[in-house]
């Protein structure tokens, strides 16, 4: 079984481009997430979608950030513009719907590497 | 609001000795707890969930972790280092079903000495 993938891997742009970081989740998982790790620091929580619904986007640092998961599947996150203080690593993670008093586990994609000059 | 510290942002270790990585979490809720690692230029890979059945919790490669609800703690332990532990590793905790967002600690990256 395929796990979660990110595309691209690595981005390099300069402040005020705009740049759309891509997750595929595993097969069947209603729930994504996006997370960000900013230089060396704790990794944070952006938002969660079940399926295409927005769940939780209080973790979405300002309006330049826009995520969309059209159908349910796949998601993307779009920066426009990029400011320095954007760049990180941006992980997505997909997990089953949990039961009721569970907690399903999050399975991780390998993250994009974000630049911003 | 939940929060996770994690003592030390480097640890060092021999190989073959005891691995203590440590972890304390503040929830106001029954917390789910979980160790994940970070392998040189890959993803995060689960090592072990706590859910609130048996406070000692067995994870991949060996790892272990014991709930301590009075401590409030979730320490990882390996009782002998390997070379290929070397990695960074994150605590994380949730509140569980209808908040299962993750909430990490700042990471502790492992370096094993041969």
């Known amino acids: 079984e395929a796990g979660v993938t990110q595309f691209p891997s690595h981005s390099v742009i300069e402040k005020g481009q705009t740049v759309t970081l891509r997750c595929d989740p595993i097969s069947g998982h209603d729930n994504l997430y996006w997370y960000r790790r900013v230089m060396g620091k704790e990794i944070k929580f952006l938002l969660h979608?079940?399926?295409?619904?927005?769940?939780?986007e209080s973790g979405m640092p300002n309006n330049r950030f826009l995520a969309e998961r059209t159908g349910g599947t796949y998601s993307t996150l779009k920066v426009q513009p990029a400011e320095l203080e954007d760049s990180g690593v941006y992980f997505c993670a997909s997990s089953q719907e949990p039961l009721r008093g569970s907690q399903e586990t999050q399975y991780f994609g390998p993250g994009t590497r974000l630049l911003v000059l | 609001a939940q929060s996770v510290t994690q003592l030390g942002s480097h640890v060092s270790v021999s190989e073959g000795a005891l691995v203590l990585l440590r972890c304390n979490y503040s929830?106001?809720?029954?917390?789910?707890l979980f160790w994940y690692v970070q392998y040189p230029n890959q993803g995060l890979q689960l090592l072990l969930k706590y859910t609130s059945a048996a406070t000692l919790v067995k994870g991949i490669n060996g790892f272990e972790a014991e709930f301590k609800k009075s401590e409030t703690s979730f320490h990882l332990t390996k009782p002998s280092a390997h070379m290929s532990d070397a990695a960074e590793y994150f605590c994380?905790?949730?509140?569980?079903?209808?908040?299962?967002?993750?909430?990490f600690g700042t990471g502790t990256r492992l370096t094993i000495i041969p």
């Open positions: 929830s106001s809720v029954p917390p789910y």
């Open positions: 979608f079940v399926k295409e619904s927005k769940q939780d």
């Open positions: 994380a905790v949730s509140e569980g079903f209808g908040n299962e967002k993750l909430t």
